[in-house]
């Protein structure tokens, strides 16, 4: 969702914009429509096979329930009008934002270290910015 708000700069820099989820095509779809994201493409990976190439961790009960995260998703809900909803999959998973080339490299990455570890879409978007331009310079 994040990301998604921010789709037509990314769209301007060349960037395609996707997740993966750990639910069905079913769930993929509901979770979709239920926050309007026309246009995003959402893959499923129930067996997190991805998470696990990414490198991605599972969390412990601190790094879920801390109180500093849990203040962070208070505020978030608060002001951004974003609540959480049900988990599908291992409830623990953390994820993370990984720019891929064309080819497949990944050329960055940021790898959630707790629940509420979501990096800017500014730092996003510059990393989509240089990848985009190695690959017209190439």
């Given at each position: 969702m994040?990301?998604?708000r921010d789709?037509?700069?990314?769209?301007?820099v060349?960037?395609?914009?996707a997740?993966?989820?750990?639910?069905?095509?079913?769930?993929?779809?509901?979770?979709?429509?239920?926050y309007?994201?026309d246009?995003?493409t959402?893959?499923?990976?129930?067996?997190?096979?991805?998470?696990?190439a990414?490198?991605?961790?599972i969390?412990?009960?601190?790094?879920l329930f801390?109180?500093?995260?849990?203040?962070?998703?208070l505020?978030?809900?608060?002001?951004?009008?974003l609540?959480?909803?049900?988990?599908?999959?291992?409830?623990?998973?953390?994820?993370?934002?990984?720019?891929?080339?064309?080819g497949?490299?990944?050329?960055?990455?940021?790898?959630?270290e707790?629940?509420?570890?979501?990096?800017?879409?500014?730092?996003?978007l510059?990393?989509a910015?240089?990848?985009?331009?190695?690959?017209?310079?190439?």
């Amino acid at each position: 969702m994040q990301l998604h708000r921010d789709r037509e700069k990314f769209d301007a820099v060349g960037a395609r914009l996707a997740v993966i989820g750990q639910g069905t095509p079913r769930h993929a779809e509901h979770f979709i429509d239920e926050y309007g994201l026309d246009g995003m493409t959402v893959l499923v990976d129930p067996e997190r096979r991805t998470y696990k190439a990414a490198g991605t961790k599972i969390a412990t009960v601190d790094e879920l329930f801390a109180p500093q995260i849990v203040a962070k998703a208070l505020k978030i809900a608060a002001t951004e009008r974003l609540v959480q909803g049900r988990t599908q999959g291992h409830p623990a998973q953390l994820g993370g934002v990984l720019v891929v080339a064309p080819g497949g490299a990944v050329t960055w990455s940021d790898l959630a270290e707790d629940a509420s570890d979501n990096p800017p879409n500014d730092e996003v978007l510059e990393a989509a910015r240089k990848a985009a331009d190695n690959r017209r310079s190439a």
